[in-house]
């Protein structure tokens, strides 16, 4: 599974990273930091809930086509 941010489109409120501050890195001026990541294993729920908690709707859930 991975999660891909439009990252360009952040508003900065910190919200993903609230949810979960070591999966979603902000940058020195409040931002998210980073475009996307594979979630690690046994993190998925964290990240989906992380991704439903921004208000810009910027984060996607990829999920692996098996
Ligand atoms: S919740 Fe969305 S808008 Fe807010 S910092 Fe995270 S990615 Fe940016």
């Known amino acids: 599974m991975k999660i ?3 990252k360009a489109q952040c508003t900065g409120n910190a919200r993903c990273h609230a949810v979960a501050e070591h999966l979603y890195p902000l ?3 409040g931002y998210i930091a980073i475009t996307g990541f594979d979630v690690p294993p046994g993190q998925e729920s964290l ?3 992380g991704a439903r908690a921004c ?3 910027i984060i996607f859930v ?3 086509k098996a």
């Open 47 to 49: 990240a989906r809930r």
């Open 4 to 6: 891909r941010i439009e």
């Open 55 to 57: 208000p810009e709707r």
């Open 62 to 64: 990829e999920d692996d």
């Open 27 to 29: 940058d020195d001026e």
